[in-house]
Every structure is written in C-alpha cells, then in structure tokens.
C-alpha cells in the first residue's frame, strides 16, 4: 500500500510492533489488530470492531512498525466513503 493513502479517516488492518512500557529494550508484536493513524502523534489501535473492543492509543514515538495494512470497512461505512 502507498503510504500517501494512509490517513486519520480510514481503518486498517495489520501488525503492530510498539515498544515495551515497562521495559524499553522489548518490542510488543500485535497482530490482525484494527488501526487508525490520529490523532496526530497517535496511534489508535483496537483488537476487533465489537462494541465492547478495548481502545489502546501509542505515541507515535513508542511505534516501532505498522505492516501488512489493508482498509477495514466499518457496517454501513463503505472504504473510501467520506467521514
């Protein structure tokens, strides 16, 4: 995927590396999370899309790698319609 397509409006899909919190050194591998770029300097990123998913923002900083991305749709939002 290009990344000039990648904005605060979509969500994907993919593998997140992030750093480890309580030890820096570690990296924390997360795969076939759901993941939204914003807000700005953040990274919004949730396991499935239920209602009762849990929220987790990154720092961008602490990001280590986002890969394998594809666009999720939300139900009743097709990819690529406006927000």
């Known amino acids: 995927m290009d990344i000039t397509t990648v904005n ?3 969500l994907y899909q993919g593998r997140v ?3 480890d ?3 820096p050194s570690r990296s924390i591998e997360m795969p ?3 993941v939204r770029f914003g807000p ?3 990274l919004t990123v949730m396991a ?6 849990e929220i987790e923002l990154y ?11 594809r666009e999720v749709g939300v139900p ?8």
């Open 17 to 19: 590396v992030v750093q």
């Open 40 to 42: 700005a300097g953040w």
């Open 48 to 53: 499935a899309l239920t209602e009762d998913a």
């Open 59 to 69: 720092p961008a900083a602490r990001v280590l790698a986002v890969t394998d991305l």
């Open 76 to 83: 009743g939002h097709p990819p690529g319609a406006g927000a």
């Open 21 to 23: 919190p309580a030890d």
């Open 8 to 10: 605060d409006r979509h």
């Open 32 to 34: 076939r999370r759901i």
